[in-house]
């Protein structure tokens, strides 16, 4: 009695120890027990050994048209956009587009135009409902606007966006501007990233002016707790750089003489963008590269004072800093 319970317990399989059977025999070849593979351009599937098919006639669950570059792939797609915080419907609404023409590139007769006008208006005022949305759809389109003008790149625009959002939802408007508060997170997200602007250059492109701007961005940065790092003279060498169209060398020898400054303490209650365009000032001189003390002072938006002062504390930081 006892040796059959064991030879009964012994034959029987446990159903994990079934299953991996039945995968593994999925993925082999049943003639030779190779590896088999599947082919998406002939819809088969087949041994990478004995070349077998093992399946065919497999459902193409990929689009049925090609493409062979990028332009190409996005004129025929037929899916949309991504959702983005650059848009205050964040791009889930409908656009009905201007071209008065039909599916087949046919014009329309004028009471079809007229009809079409009409679902355009009407469009407009169901995407911006309520307060709120024409508030983030002007305030958006005023970060997109200065952000274009400073050259900024998508990912500040869109944590700007951000910022805006979070400052429409803790109600810190009431008692300032849109263009206020959109200039302000725009500041705010250009030096989150690395890539910072100066107050002269955003109020420049601003419709608000500098004292308001900063009384703005230290209540919106105060407020929402974000966390901003001082700028970094550094951050600003390769634009001035790239504006001037002076040499990668002269770029190398900015930063070891920004670098040697702040060893030497040069940099404390400093305007990081005067001591990045000195820097690159003398860094052209030491380089034998022609550029003007005007020239620099245009590109980095001071005066050229500023420039002469801030190039000989450079320039004695270091003398002091190399080996004796």
């Not at 093992?54 to 090609?66: L, N, S």
């Not at 964040?90 to 008065?100: A, C, E, M, V």
């Not at 690395?194 to 420049?204: H, K, N, V, W, Y």
Request: glycine share 6%; aromatic share 4%.
């Amino acid at each position: 009695m006892t040796d059959t319970r064991i030879r009964t317990y012994t034959n029987e399989r446990p159903e994990d120890e079934t299953e991996s059977t039945d995968v593994d025999e999925r993925e082999r070849c049943p003639e030779c027990g190779g590896r088999v593979i599947s082919d998406d351009e002939h819809g088969e599937t087949v041994c990478a050994e004995c070349g077998l098919v093992v399946d065919e006639d497999e459902i193409d669950r990929g689009p049925e048209w090609r493409a062979f570059d990028s332009a190409e792939k996005d004129s025929k797609s037929r899916v949309g956009a991504p959702t983005t915080n650059m848009m205050h419907d964040q791009g889930l609404s409908t656009n009905i587009g201007w071209q008065d023409k039909d599916a087949y590139g046919k014009s329309l007769s004028s009471r079809q135009r007229q009809k079409m006008q009409r679902l355009r208006t009407w469009n407009e005022r169901f995407r911006t409902r309520d307060s709120k949305e024409r508030n983030l759809k002007q305030a958006l389109g005023e970060i997109d606007r200065m952000a274009s003008a400073l050259g900024l790149p998508e990912n500040v625009r869109e944590t700007a966006s951000v910022i805006y959002r979070r400052a429409l939802e803790e109600d810190l408007l009431p008692g300032r501007s849109i263009e206020g508060v959109a200039t302000s997170s725009l500041y705010a997200a250009a030096r989150q990233a690395g890539t910072p602007r100066s107050l002269d250059e955003i109020s420049a492109v601003s419709r608000v002016d500098k004292m308001e701007l900063t009384r703005t961005y230290r209540y919106v940065i105060r407020e929402l707790g974000l966390e901003v790092k001082p700028a970094d003279p550094e951050s600003y060498v390769p634009r001035f750089v790239s504006d001037l169209d002076l040499s990668d060398e002269t770029e190398r020898m900015a930063r070891e003489l920004l670098d040697s400054a702040r060893n030497e303490g040069v940099h404390s209650g400093k305007s990081p963008v005067g001591l990045a365009a000195a820097g690159v000032y003398a860094a052209a001189l030491l380089t034998n590269e022609k550029v003007t003390q005007n020239e620099v002072s245009q590109v980095a938006s001071i005066s050229e004072v500023t420039i002469r002062n801030r190039y000989k504390e450079l320039l004695e930081a270091s003398d002091s800093a190399a080996p004796a």
